[in-house]
């Protein structure tokens, strides 16, 4: 592995200190980081075998997803106006079961791009389809051809819950560590009562998933408190049925602690966030799924002076088309100052933090990842903000957050191995990326066919319900 000398730009290294270089360095060597510091301290280029010029630019750590599903890059739009519960049915359901090994493969090597090219190194894949061991190969094989970093979470059902187990126990040995250890294995095991109404999750299930994520040291993801205020088919409807919120649900059950990474989790109450305080679990926030969903803003300013782990993540294009997170940075700033009638709800710097550091401390990798640290892995992206869209900048932080856009990343490294140079993908070529363009389409268009959801792509005019 190449060292690799980063000068010039706007470093923002996210560690304890949140230290600020302008400009700075960033050293590599291997899969580490080797130095970061201001540029009058730089090494002598000489030493290095690839020295970047980032002047004009910022370089941060690289963006972790902490909430995504891969195979939904195959059903961007098709979501468009229909809230949670409808969407679950008449969408997530009929094309989840149409999804084979080729359809599984195709999107994620789509999604891998689409991550890359936007500056994320790392993201949580939240499985919510049955996956058997060739699924999960097909999965992830491209993963790692792609060269970024994934947290699967592979889904564990109730019925038949031995078996259940015993494959999620199969794909863990297999599969953690693979890829020069930037493949992770986690569980998604779902509590929240939507999914317990479809039949797929369980007191029992969530106390036996809770055991084995102990013993194999991972972490859970699990869909909460999300969905239509409604009394009739949404959330609203579970909570009074049940006497219960989701939250409580996990702390009757004893299982809620720091390996949790609860999604979405739109509407806490005032004893449910004072129980994931107490329980060290981390919250991941998608913004904008939440806003193309209408289902309601997250509160995350109150989580974060309740002193909640408040990450990022974005859930998937079939819910909101786009995994950019440059975009999520931007969405929370908004979406909390609208909620809260306040412009400083939350800052551009707690956004990056958000999609960076938090996010790495949600998944149990902050030792690793995270910020730019000596020793911590060499996963960081430089963005360009010499572009019309970000030109003037005043503050590199802010102009990233608010007027970047995810493919400004001119140079993306994860484990210290160039993955994007100069906008341009270094292990996939522009005619290789046309090829999976059309194949993605095609396998798309034939799931969407079975699934008789055509009319899920016309126009919708006169302006109406779909």
């Known amino acids: 592995m190449p060292r690799i000398l980063i000068q010039g730009g706007y470093v923002v290294t996210v560690d304890g200190a949140r230290r600020v270089f302008d400009p700075g360095y960033v050293a590599t060597e291997g899969q580490r980081i080797a130095a970061v510091g201001p540029s009058s301290a730089a090494p002598a280029p000489d030493d290095f075998d690839e020295v970047i010029d980032a002047r004009g630019c910022i370089v941060v750590p690289g963006f972790i997803n902490t909430h995504q599903h891969h195979w939904y890059n195959l059903f961007k739009g098709l979501g468009r106006g229909m809230l949670l519960e409808r969407w679950i049915r008449e969408l997530l359901v009929p094309a989840g079961a149409q999804l084979g090994r080729a359809e599984m493969e195709v999107s994620s090597r789509l999604a891998c791009l689409e991550m890359l090219g936007t500056g994320t190194t790392t993201c949580l894949n939240h499985q919510v389809t049955s996956t058997d061991e060739a699924l999960a190969q097909a999965i992830l094989e ?58 797929s999750s369980s007191e029992e299930l969530i106390l036996r998933g809770n055991d084995l994520a102990v013993q194999l040291g991972a972490c859970i993801t699990d869909h ?36 949790w990474v609860l999604a979405h989790t739109i509407y806490p109450r005032d004893r449910d966030i004072e129980l994931i305080v107490q329980s060290g679990a981390s919250v991941s926030h998608t913004p904008t799924s939440e806003a193309s969903r209408g289902g309601g803003i997250t509160p995350v300013r109150r989580m974060l002076q309740a002193g909640i782990n408040v990450c990022l993540g974005s859930d998937g294009p079939m819910v909101d088309t786009s995994v950019d997170m440059v975009e999520q940075m931007k969405a929370v700033c908004l979406f909390q100052n609208q909620l809260h009638l306040n412009p400083s709800a939350v800052t551009a710097e707690e956004a990056l933090e958000m999609a960076t550091i938090r996010a790495a401390q949600a998944i149990g990798l902050d030792r690793e990842l995270g910020s730019l640290e000596p020793g911590k892995r060499a996963d960081l992206a430089v963005f360009d903000l010499q572009t019309p869209r970000s030109a003037v900048v005043h503050h590199p932080i802010v102009s990233l957050v608010h007027s970047g856009r995810g ?60």
Do not use: N
């Open 142 to 199: 491209p993963v790692i051809e792609s060269g970024m970093r994934q947290v699967f979470a592979k889904e564990v059902r109730p019925q038949p819950l031995a078996e259940q187990l015993e494959l999620a126990k199969q794909v863990h040995r297999t599969w953690d560590g693979a890829g020069q250890g930037r493949v992770r294995v986690a569980l998604a095991i779902e509590s929240t009562a939507h999914w317990v109404a479809l039949g």
């Open 224 to 259: 909460i408190a999300g969905g239509t205020m409604s009394r009739d088919e949404g959330y609203l409807k579970f909570v009074i049925e049940t006497g219960r919120t989701d939250i409580e649900y996990l702390h009757r059950l004893g299982v809620l602690d720091h390996k």
């Open 407 to 466: 493919p400004d990343a001119r140079w993306v490294l994860c484990d210290g191995e160039m993955l994007v140079r100069d906008f341009a993908f270094v292990r996939v070529d522009f005619a290789q990326q046309r090829e999976l363009f059309a194949e993605a389409r095609a396998r798309a268009l034939e799931v969407i066919e079975r699934a008789g959801l055509k009319r899920l792509g016309a126009p919708i005019w006169p302006v109406g319900e779909p």
